[in-house]
């Protein structure tokens, strides 16, 4: 191709192995890949024993043990000189002051309470600072967990837990009671997975790990886990896990599950509760992540609780981390179900959203950002009405019929310009590389289901950043080609390209860019629609669906075919004419989806302005996504001028072959 085409090659390569790592198991990856997890894990894992074990060492203010408090200062300071030493990063401040709080905490001999709560909150602070993974894959498996736990562990903590096997009787330190629910209430099930991997130094606790594979450890854990409850306190914590969806808003997922701590959840809901709830979850983790919709309202509304709470104590960083979760975690995985109930409410809840997390950027009054809250909490009472009951087979019908239609547009006239241009100028032996591109983009959809459907829950985040980052790069690529094709189309210029520039410019590199734009156009289409179906599929009506997914596929067929038709009989110039225009145009649209996108996965700030939606167009409410889209209209119009600089104005061929 073109200079312009031929300089994005590299840039597509990269692309297409970003955007197809995206959709097999897409990550956060800014500057993840610089954490040092095993790092991250060891810090953590301090932090946990001096919440577990401080109460051993310091009791009404005095020393209770020497050796154990000398211990416990040593992790103290060995906890805050790890957290000095992690790479920079956005709160790293922030935690290595809460960190010198907790080791002030210890020195001053501060009551045990105080200290739990302290390293409980840098311990969660620096997994939100530092993510690493801390989740099985799935619920463990607590019959596979008791026989392993049997075979390993009985033998010194005993059979029910109570540290009595006849090798921990001679053990000194002696084993832990799993029994023991004082220490049990402090602990998370994350850290006991760590102890089963890592052991226990200056123990005779040795670790299982590569001995046991991870899902056997969490198994193990997870059964450990249980010895402090009785078969009534899970009795009642099952009542009330099931009566209340706000408590399941808590807890959405396994990850949710295994670092929430007995203690700091009974100061929310009251220490009974608290024990019961725990005690059921733990010893029946498959519960977690049921009841979707309702759950992830009852979460949204929780995390903005949380977060106008936090604004109005005067820390508007946690306002904005909160909000944000509220949309993702909560309110996100229920949208595909809304956009198939009510598309115009969904639109209203996500603006909301935006005016909500601007106003906290914007250190806005107190009062206005509580106003906000209430405007959302309304919105989410019409969201659980109408997610309410069973969905009508029609509407299902539609939803499914449009959401394809809507989505296929974009790709196929990306993919249609391309197979027209190639048939154009006679290169039909490239076609096979832009057909590849897109087959593949269907496959990478297909796995992207197989993997949201069956091994992982594709959260609100790397849906966003996905949908961003493929955004974006289509729009760049998108841009090129329109300033490009429109220069050909000039006065003659496709002429001279044709008879001097196509033979040396369809290389391998540009077939192959080709490719990339196919695939990652059409895939990022792909990825919300599989995403948005999987969502309509948990409300039932299946056939309703099925039907709208072949009656999209019918219509998608026949407007292909149209458009190929028309393509063969316009002249070339004027079809380089008009697939620049309509190039162009789908690169600003694409422009404001791409930042869209990115701002709701909160990598760029939210600064809500007044205006219309417009989702089809990429025009929505927000300073970034409108400023992105000015900014590729600029680029565009200016190219385009550039183009006819010093060019005669001759009129079009009428006819090229």
Excluded at 85 to 112: C, E, F, N
């Amino acid at each position: 191709m073109s200079q312009i085409s031929e300089s994005l090659v590299k840039i597509a390569r990269a692309a297409v192995v970003l955007t197809a790592l995206l959709g097999v198991g897409p990550v956060l990856a800014a500057d993840a890949a610089a954490t040092p997890d095993a790092e991250v894990r060891q810090i953590w894992k301090l932090l946990d024993y001096l919440a577990v074990d401080y109460s051993g060492a310091v009791k009404d203010g005095a020393v209770a043990s020497d050796s154990e408090y000398a211990e416990m200062k040593e992790f103290a300071n060995t906890a805050l000189a790890r957290l000095t030493d992690l790479p920079p990063r956005d709160g790293q401040r922030a935690l290595v002051g809460q960190g010198a709080q907790l080791q002030a905490a210890i020195t001053s001999l501060t009551a045990p309470p105080e200290v739990a709560r302290l390293a409980h909150s840098v311990a969660d602070m620096l997994l939100a600072t530092y993510p690493v993974p801390i989740a099985p894959r799935s619920a463990p498996d607590l019959a596979r967990g008791a026989a392993l736990y049997a075979e390993k562990c009985a033998g010194c903590h005993g059979l029910t837990g109570n540290a009595d096997g006849e090798t921990g009787k001679l053990l000194d330190p002696p084993p832990i009671a799993f029994t023991d629910h004082e220490r049990a209430r402090q602990r998370s099930l994350f850290s006991l997975f760590e102890v089963v991997s890592q052991g226990l130094a200056d123990t005779a606790m040795a670790g299982f790990q590569p001995e046991l594979s991870e899902d056997e450890r969490w198994a193990v854990a997870f059964q450990a886990s249980t010895y402090s409850a009785t078969p009534e306190l899970r009795t009642a914590g099952e009542a009330l896990w099931k009566a209340d969806a706000t408590l399941r808003g808590r807890i959405p997922t396994i990850e949710v599950l295994v670092r929430t701590i007995e203690s700091g959840l009974a100061a929310d809901i009251g220490d009974d509760k608290a024990r019961a709830v725990m005690a059921y979850l733990r010893a029946n983790p498959n519960v977690v992540g049921q009841n979707s919709s309702a759950d992830g309202l009852a979460l949204a509304r929780a995390r903005l609780g949380e977060s106008l709470k936090a604004y109005e104590d005067g820390d508007a960083r946690v306002a904005g981390t909160l909000a944000l979760s509220a949309y993702l975690d909560g309110f996100e995985p229920v949208e595909g179900m809304l956009r198939a109930a009510n598309a115009d409410l969904l639109a209203n809840v996500e603006s909301a959203m935006i005016e909500y997390r601007s106003r906290i950027t914007a250190r806005a009054p107190k009062a206005d950002v509580a106003a906000q809250a209430a405007v959302l909490n309304g919105l989410f009472d019409q969201t659980g009405a109408a997610l309410a009951g069973d969905q009508d087979a029609t509407a299902t019908f539609l939803g499914a019929f449009t959401i394809l239609l809507r989505e296929g547009v974009e790709a196929l006239l990306v993919v249609v310009a391309m197979i027209s241009f190639l048939g154009k100028v006679e290169r039909r032996d490239v076609l096979p590389y832009v057909h590849a591109g897109w087959i593949l983009a269907l496959v990478a959809g297909a796995a992207t289901w197989g993997v949201a459907a069956y091994f992982i829950d594709i959260s609100g985040a790397h849906r966003e950043l996905t949908e961003g980052v493929s955004s974006l790069f289509a729009a760049v690529v998108l841009l090129g080609v329109g300033i490009w094709m429109h220069g050909k189309s000039l006065a003659g210029r496709w002429q001279v390209y044709i008879r001097e520039k196509l033979s040396a410019a369809l290389t391998k590199s540009s077939a192959f860019f080709l490719f990339a734009l196919a695939f990652i156009t059409v895939y990022r289409e792909v990825f919300e629609t599989i995403l948005f179906y999987i969502a309509l599929w948990t409300r039932g009506n299946g056939g309703s669906i099925l039907a709208g997914l072949i009656a999209g596929i019918v219509v998608l067929a026949i407007i292909a075919a149209v458009l190929l038709r028309t393509s063969r009989r316009l002249p070339i110039a004027q079809f380089f004419g008009w697939s620049s225009l309509l190039i162009a145009a789908l690169a600003v649209v694409l422009a404001g989806k791409g930042f869209a996108a990115l701002q709701e996965a909160g990598l760029v700030p939210a600064i809500a302005v007044n205006g219309p939606r417009v989702e089809a167009l990429g025009v929505y409410p927000s300073m970034l996504p409108l400023a992105a889209q000015a900014f590729v209209l600029v680029v565009a119009v200016a190219g385009y001028l550039w183009n006819t600089r010093g060019t005669p104005t001759a009129p079009s061929p009428t006819n090229a072959g």
